[in-house]
C-alpha cells in the first residue's frame, strides 16, 4: 500500500558532480509542489542525470504512463533512463489499435472482471497507450519496464536482452529472446545441442522440431522513436492471479464483424514466470546497472530503501509515487490518457458489417438471424460515424442514414433502437431488430469510464 500523500523525504545528495543549477524554464510549469514532486521534476531534466532509475508505487495505469512520457520529453538527450512500474488489472492498447477489435469490452465492464493478489474483485481499465504495438492485459503480478534512449542507441533487442539476462541470474534459464524481439520460455525437456550461456537468443530447451512445445510469451514489447530519443517499453508476467482471465479479456465478440485499418495484436500463449515482481525489479535494475557502467552501490540503494532519490555522479534513481501527479505536464497526460475522445476517438476508421465479407485472413460469418432481410455497413472514422448504409435484399435497395454522421459511437447515452427509431426513422420492427444487435456488437460506454457494458434492447 502505498505511503500518506507527502510521506516521502528527500535524502541528502551524496556525490553531485557538478553544481546543482535551476533547471531550464521549458521543463518546469507548476509552482509550490510537494518535495518529491520538486526533487523528481528537477532530477529528471537535469542536465548531468545521465542515468536515471526510477521505481513507482503508484498502481494507476493513467499516471505511469504519463510519467514514462514525461521523462520521454524532459530527460536529457544524452540520458537513459530506466522507470519499472506494476498496474491495477487495465487492458493497454496500442496507438494505432482498434479496441472493439482487441477486447472483449462487454467483459472488461463485468464486476469481477479481474482479482488482485489476494483473490479480491476489481475492475479492469480500458488505456490507450501513445506508443505502438500490440494489446498487453496488466496486474499487479506484472512489471511493466520501460528504456528510454537516446536514438542513434537504439537497438530493438538490446534491453529485451538485458531483461532475459536478469532472468537467467535468477535461475530462471528457459528465457530467450525470440525472432519478434518478445521474452518467451521453452518448454519441454532439453534438447542435444550445445548451447553458449551468454546466447540470449537460444537456451538448452529451444527445438526446432515441427513436435516441439509451443515456447509461451512472457514479455511483449512496443517502440515510440523520436528525432531524439527513444522508448522501449515491454510487460513481464511474473505472477499474475489473471492469466487465466486474459483469454476471455482480449476475445472480441465482433472482430468478425469488422474490418479495420490499423494494427491487429498477434496472439500468442503466454505463462507466468514465476518470481515475486520486487525480486525481479531488483534483479533489472542490477543489470541495467551493470550494462551502463552505474556503480553497483548505486543499485543497492535503491533495491534497499523504498524512500527518496539518490543521487551519484552523473546518476540519479529511487521510488516515486502519487504525488508526482502535481507536475502540470504528467496532469495533462492523465487527462488526456483517461479521455473517451482518446481511448475510443483515436482508433484508426473501421466498418462493422452485420454480413462480413470474406477476405485472405477471415471467413464469411452467418449473419445474425434477425438480420436475414436487411444487410448493415457501418463506417466509423475517429469514433463518429462516417456512414451508415443499409441493404435491403428482397427489394435490392439501399437506404443511407444519413441523420446518423458524426455520432460517436462511445457516447455513454447511445440508445441504438431510439436513434433507429426516433432521428433515422425506421419502422418499430426493423429499429429493434436492428438496434438490439448493435447494442451487443457495440456496447455503450459506462459513464466516467472507459469500459463498455452490454445492453439488451
Same mark, same amino acid.
Given at each position: ?47 548531468? @542525470? ?73 475492475? +479492469? ?27 542513434? *542507441? ?17 535461475? &530462471?534459464?528457459?528465457?530467450? &529472446? ?40 512472457? @514479455? ?7 528525432? !531524439? ?16 482471465? +486474459?483469454? !476471455? +479479456? ?50 543497492? !540503494? ?20 502519487? *504525488?508526482? /501527479? ?45 438480420? /436475414? ?6 463506417? &466509423? ?49 426493423? @429499429? ?26
Amino acid at each position: 500500500m502505498a505511503p500518506s500523500r507527502g510521506a516521502l523525504l528527500l535524502l541528502p545528495l551524496r556525490a553531485w558532480s557538478a553544481p546543482v543549477r535551476t533547471p531550464p524554464k521549458h521543463t518546469l510549469y507548476i509552482k509550490k509542489l510537494s518535495s518529491l514532486a520538486t526533487a523528481f521534476a528537477a532530477a529528471a531534466t537535469h542536465p548531468s @542525470s545521465y542515468r536515471q532509475i526510477y521505481v513507482s508505487r503508484s498502481l494507476d495505469p493513467y499516471l505511469n504512463l504519463s510519467i514514462e512520457h514525461f521523462l520521454l520529453q524532459k530527460s536529457p538527450a544524452n540520458s537513459t533512463v530506466l522507470f519499472l512500474f506494476r498496474n491495477r488489472p487495465c487492458v493497454v492498447i496500442g496507438r494505432n489499435q482498434n479496441p472493439w477489435v482487441e477486447v472483449n469490452l462487454a467483459a472488461l465492464g463485468r464486476h469481477g472482471a479481474a482479482v488482485d493478489e489476494n483473490g479480491r474483485a476489481e475492475g +479492469i481499465d480500458l488505456v490507450r497507450r501513445r506508443s505502438g504495438g500490440g494489446t498487453v492485459f496488466h496486474d499487479t503480478g506484472n512489471v511493466n519496464y520501460s528504456v528510454i534512449c537516446p536514438s542513434r *542507441d537504439f537497438q530493438r533487442d538490446k534491453h529485451a536482452e538485458m531483461v532475459v539476462s536478469a532472468l537467467r541470474g535468477l535461475g &530462471v534459464d528457459r528465457a530467450r &529472446v525470440n525472432e519478434r524481439h518478445d521474452i518467451v520460455m521453452d518448454e519441454g525437456p532439453a534438447v542435444e545441442n550445445e548451447t553458449d550461456p551468454a546466447n540470449l537468443h537460444q537456451t538448452s530447451y529451444t527445438s526446432k522440431s515441427p513436435a516441439a512445445e509451443t515456447p509461451r510469451k512472457v @514479455s511483449g514489447s512496443a517502440y515510440k522513436l523520436t528525432r !531524439e530519443r527513444s522508448l522501449h517499453h515491454g510487460t513481464c508476467l511474473l505472477s499474475s492471479p489473471n492469466l487465466q482471465r +486474459i483469454y !476471455e +479479456i482480449l476475445d472480441s465478440q465482433v472482430r468478425a464483424y469488422i474490418r479495420a485499418r490499423g494494427v491487429e495484436s498477434v496472439r500468442s500463449p503466454v505463462r507466468n514466470v514465476g518470481l515475486e515482481p520486487h525480486v525481479f525489479v531488483a534483479s533489472v535494475v542490477n543489470e541495467f546497472c551493470r550494462m551502463y557502467g552505474i556503480h553497483a552501490d548505486a543499485a543497492s !540503494e535503491i533495491n534497499e530503501s523504498s524512500q527518496g532519490l539518490h543521487h551519484g555522479e552523473g546518476f540519479v534513481g529511487g521510488y516515486i509515487d502519487h *504525488d508526482v /501527479e502535481e507536475i502540470e505536464e504528467i496532469n495533462k497526460g492523465m487527462a488526456e490518457l483517461k479521455s473517451a475522445d482518446w481511448i475510443y476517438g483515436q482508433t484508426p476508421q473501421f466498418t462493422l458489417y452485420s454480413h462480413p465479407p470474406a477476405t485472405e485472413a477471415t471467413t464469411a460469418q452467418s449473419p445474425p438471424s434477425q438480420l /436475414e432481410q436487411t444487410q448493415l455497413e457501418l463506417t &466509423v472514422r475517429s469514433g463518429a460515424i462516417s456512414e451508415f448504409t443499409l441493404l435491403h435484399r428482397s427489394s435490392s435497395s439501399r437506404q443511407t442514414l444519413s441523420q446518423l454522421n458524426n455520432l460517436k459511437i462511445y457516447d455513454t447515452s447511445l440508445n441504438w433502437t431510439g436513434l433507429l427509431l426516433n432521428r433515422a426513422g425506421l419502422h418499430t420492427t426493423r @429499429s429493434h431488430d436492428l438496434g438490439g444487435w448493435l447494442s451487443r456488437v457495440l456496447p455503450p460506454r459506462l459513464a466516467g469510464t472507459g469500459t463498455m457494458h452490454l445492453r439488451i434492447e
